[in-house]
């Protein structure tokens, strides 16, 4: 069975520091995806990012960055210079390479930017 | 171009009734899922149609929950003699293809019994 655990529910920082979101998952499979998604205030869920089992080179798209470890079973999200606008809730979620890949998410972390 | 869409982006009914959700996927999505998202919690997934098919409807809480997709468009929730315990967001997601591919969420619909 699979399993995402976000372990950390509410992470307040002040504006312009930097803040990393942690992940860790479980599963048997050897292929497998793995994303983040962005829940802001309105509700709805905005796709950030999505990362192969077999790709393991860290990603960085602007402020944002990714680290993948398949050793420890990690994909950590990383907000540097944090601004008031990534306030949300944000989540990790992991799929099977198959033909159901419905996505099994982590609780999510609630994060909040103060000015 | 247009993202998934869903309707009534809010319904409150009370217990005992029947309430019908639609889910319109992004044009050209065969694959569509849907979602469950109670207070304070991550997702759960309910239901998956890989075109009009659903394979996989494991998610489904009870069988007063039911879904069905026409073609490769529009998908309806349903769910019979609501309880509160079915208070909830609930998000559709479409993707271009069934094969692990990137799921695109709806701005779901919120459920209220009373």
């Known amino acids: 069975a699979q399993k995402v655990t976000q372990a950390q529910t509410e992470i307040s920082v002040v504006e312009k520091e930097d803040v990393t979101l942690d992940c860790v998952y479980e599963?048997?499979?050897?292929?497998?995806?793995l994303f983040w998604y962005k829940q802001p205030p309105s509700g709805e869920l905005v796709f950030l990012i999505r990362?192969?089992?077999?790709?393991?080179q860290n990603e960085i798209s602007g402020r944002y960055s990714w680290n993948f470890q398949k050793s420890t079973s990690s994909f950590n999200f990383t907000i540097t210079a944090s601004q008031v606008v990534d306030s949300a809730v944000y989540f990790c979620?992991?799929?099977?390479?198959?033909?159901?890949?419905?996505?099994?998410f982590g609780k999510g972390i609630t994060l909040s930017v103060r000015p | 171009g247009a993202g998934v869409s869903q309707s009534p982006s809010n319904k409150v009914t009370e217990k005992g009734k029947d309430v019908e959700l639609r889910c319109d996927p992004i044009?050209?999505?065969?694959?569509l899922y849907w979602y469950r998202q109670r207070l304070g919690q991550g997702l759960e997934f309910l239901i998956y149609?890989?075109?009009?098919?659903?394979?996989?409807k494991s998610g489904l809480p009870s069988d007063r929950f039911s879904a069905e997709r026409t073609g490769e468009s529009v998908s309806t929730l349903t769910i019979q003699r609501t309880q509160q315990e079915d208070s909830a967001v609930y998000l559709c997601a479409s993707s271009l293809r069934w094969w692990a591919d990137t799921q695109y969420f709806g701005p779901g619909t919120r459920l209220t019994v009373l």
């Open positions: 149609f890989q075109g009009n098919s659903a394979p996989d």
């Open positions: 979620a992991l799929s099977e390479a198959g033909a159901n890949s419905k996505l099994t």
């Open positions: 599963t048997r499979d050897t292929t497998y995806y």
């Open positions: 990362r192969n089992s077999f790709d393991e």
């Open positions: 044009s050209g999505h065969t694959a």
